[in-house]
């Protein structure tokens, strides 16, 4: 019944929207003519503020003067005499002695390397090669109870 109410309110308000609902009556057509009439703006002046003349006044600077002093030469001895670091990974064996206590070689053992023998004695690998000709590989190839000349005394 409420349901029946509620359909017939509906449709009573649609009814009363759409009684209203004709067919528009036809716009008049205005026509509007405007009249515009320039004025000229004056030709504008240009007032720019004109550079003032400013004076760069350089000061004189006092000459640098640069004095190079070259380091002295360094005293490098040309042959490095035979010093015992003690035994070392690489050079573990026990070097040979003159009477005076000089080194005077080395024999190697298992493991040593040409390398290490030269930093073990603080003697550079190229010189230890000089002093060793019979050396071959650059003292790669050294073996088991090879006989290593450490006296520095033998260079020509």
């Known amino acids: 019944m409420r349901a029946g109410r509620v359909g017939a309110a509906l449709a009573a308000g649609a009814l009363l929207a759409l009684t209203g609902c004709a067919a528009p009556s036809p716009t008049p057509t205005v026509t509007v003519t405007v009249f515009a009439e320039a ?13 003032q003349a400013t004076a ?14 070259p380091n002295p030469v360094p005293v490098i001895p040309e042959t490095a005499y035979a010093t015992d670091f003690g035994s070392a990974p690489g050079a573990t064996g026990t070097p040979t002695t003159d009477g005076a206590g000089e080194i005077v070689s080395y024999t190697v053992v298992e493991g040593d390397t040409f390398f290490d023998i030269a930093q073990r004695f603080g ?24 006989v290593i000349n450490l006296d520095a005394s033998t260079l020509g």
């Open 39 to 51: 004025t000229p703006t004056p030709d504008p002046t240009v007032t720019a503020a004109l550079p």
């Open 56 to 69: 760069t006044v350089f000061v004189p600077q006092p000459e640098v003067t640069v004095t190079i002093t």
């Open 123 to 146: 003697i550079p690998v190229q010189q230890l090669l000089r002093m060793n000709t019979d050396v071959a590989g650059a003292g790669e190839a050294v073996y088991i109870g090879r």
